[in-house]
């Protein structure tokens, strides 16, 4: 079953992507002083970590790692592999929001921008029209910058973030058998907006948080983004706060 699932989300999204975004860090603070950390599953395994430095300032940092199959049809011993890890820590403007009652709904925004490293590597064949193998890899620096906006209840978030990023490959390489010239951008910038929804458990100190979204980008390859860019990104995380008024 995982395995097909896998062999679903390869084939709508290209097999060998450069660039494989990270799930979006969604903190929205309750109280200043609070921690939170979360690990999830989906297009990336990601650990994610936040804390509410003051009354206005946050302080995240973030973890990525991709390792799946390249290709069923033609590596059936399961030889290639695409792998990705990324880290990146950021700050952000943040209004930690006292919720009260599960009857009244709140809205609050937050602003973040960080940055990051990370490297990738894939291989993908083809035996349909046309004919192709492809194989890629980079090291890559990651800028972005993340509005959030939510509105919030006692017992559940709803969210959406319009995550802006900006790429800068260094030692990136491309081949492919089919496309004699692949021309790529060295710097590319992305846009990567994402809907999500979390709900609360033991008095809000347990979060499970849903996220799906696109990723686009400003600047395409002549082959088309499948080269170099996973199209889609989705997670399911589970997490934890800790809050200096319920940690005693």
């Not at 589970?238 to 809050?243: C, D, N, S, T």
Request: charged share 15%; glycine share 8%.
């Amino acid at each position: 079953m995982v395995r097909n699932i896998i062999l679903f989300c390869c084939l709508i999204s290209g097999c060998a992507p450069v660039y494989i975004p990270n799930a979006r860090n969604i903190a929205l603070f309750d109280t200043p002083g609070e921690f939170q950390a979360s690990a999830g599953l989906g297009t990336s395994y990601d650990v994610q970590v936040a804390y509410a430095a003051t009354k206005n300032i946050g302080l995240m940092t973030n973890y990525a790692y991709v390792s799946r199959p390249g290709n069923f049809d033609v590596d059936t011993d399961n030889k290639y592999k695409n792998r990705s890890s990324f880290g990146e820590f950021g700050i952000g403007y943040i209004r930690p929001t006292v919720i009260e009652t599960g009857l009244r709904n709140t809205f609050t925004f937050e602003l973040w921008t960080g940055a990051g490293v990370g490297r990738s590597s894939g291989y993908y064949a083809r035996n349909l029209f046309p004919v192709d193998t492809l194989t890629t890899s980079a090291r890559f620096q990651r800028y972005f910058l993340q509005p959030t906006v939510a509105i919030r209840n006692k017992n559940w978030d709803w969210i959406f973030t319009g995550r802006f990023t900006v790429v800068n490959y260094s030692k990136a390489n491309i081949e492919s058998t089919y496309y004699n010239s692949i021309s790529f951008a060295k710097t590319n910038g992305y846009f990567e907006p994402t809907a999500a929804y979390r709900i609360y458990f033991s008095q809000r100190r347990i979060m499970l948080t849903s996220q799906a979204g696109f990723n686009f980008s400003f600047i395409q390859s002549n082959s088309g983004d499948y080269l170099h860019l996973y199209p889609w990104s989705c997670s399911v995380s589970l997490g934890f706060k800790l809050q200096p008024n319920k940690m005693e």
